[in-house]
């Protein structure tokens, strides 16, 4: 019978590593010799090192100290003591040299492969883990809610219309804080940088696709001072500077005028709500056409079944003709009907 991760230590560990304020980790496509391969979660060997060295309880309560042994050969001996137990297999990147452009290799490379010496420890390399992460109540949570997100999504056009419209603008403000959110980023760090040459970014992490959703605001703010001497650096500061400043001329150049400007989103406002049918347009033209649908006439019906009668009547006699004739003009019928029922009575007379 498998261990439960409560009555495991090591398993408790590897698990509480994979967790939010863990190791940093990443996703990437395990590739075989044949080209095939699947995804797995890995970190690398310095994230590794450099946790545990800032978490020296937890490695002590792991990997005992012991005279003579420093915090890296506790390290050596943990991430050992993982691979005996083939939590972790070491790895390695597939492409060794910068893309095209690039002077350095990515942090967290797409592709991985098998490393040649696969049981050993450097900081260098990456390891990824051989089982599944464990399973948190919010999965189940998202599990039970995402139907009834979709029927909901479904029954929108059918909503009152208060919903609808505090849905759409609520959608708004978070699709324009967003927007602000970016442009005011690289606004300031366009001045900074132009200014001072210094690296300045407001949510630094916001664009990365390598953090979760809360990660990407923490932390606030993030600084780094170029290095001293470099001549291309003013160089394409100042190009970048003659570039914005053309780039604002010709904007304020042939910018239009107020009124354009609330008529255009006016329109684009418009054209939004009737796209989303917040109005309800398309419920209130099914109603109409189904109230509006044609309807059997009284008196026409009566005057058809008098007709018809008159019809089968004028082969007999001329008296049974003249009735039948009499009762096609009663008050059912048109001024067709009646002048029919004259002309029938000629021959008879």
Known sequence: M?????????????DSLREKKGVQWSTAKLETPSGEGHYVEYFRGKDFARYFRANTDKLDAHVPPKPGKTVDDQIAELIMLFMKRKLVRKTDRKYKKPKPG?????????????????SGWTESAFYY???????????????VA???LVIAACLFPLAPWWVRMTLVYFLMAVLALLL????????LFGLV??????????????MSDEVGVLDAFSPVLSYE?????????????????????????????????????????KEAHDSILDYLDVYG??????TDNNSSAPSADPGAGAGAGSGAGSGRTAGGAGPGARAGAGAGAGPGAGPGARASGRRSSGPDL
């Open 225 to 265: 001072r170029p290095k001293k001497g470099s001549r291309t650096q003013i160089a394409a500061r100042l190009l970048t500077l003659l570039l914005v400043s053309g780039t604002v001329y010709m904007l304020y150049q042939h910018t239009p005028d107020a009124d354009k400007l609330a008529a255009s989103a």
């Open 281 to 286: 347009k398309g419920k209130m033209f099914i």
């Open 129 to 143: 883990w051989t089982y599944d992460r464990p399973t948190s109540m919010w999965y189940y949570v998202a599990t």
């Open 146 to 148: 995402l139907p009834f």
């Open 102 to 118: 690039k002077k350095r290799l990515v942090k967290f490379p797409r592709t991985i492969v098998s490393h040649p010496d696969g």
């Open 180 to 187: 602000g959110l970016i442009a005011l980023r690289y606004t």
């Open 2 to 14: 498998a261990t439960s991760s409560k009555e495991d230590p090591i398993k408790a560990l590897a």
């Open 193 to 206: 940088w132009i200014v001072t040459g210094h690296s300045f970014w407001l949510f630094p992490n916001m």
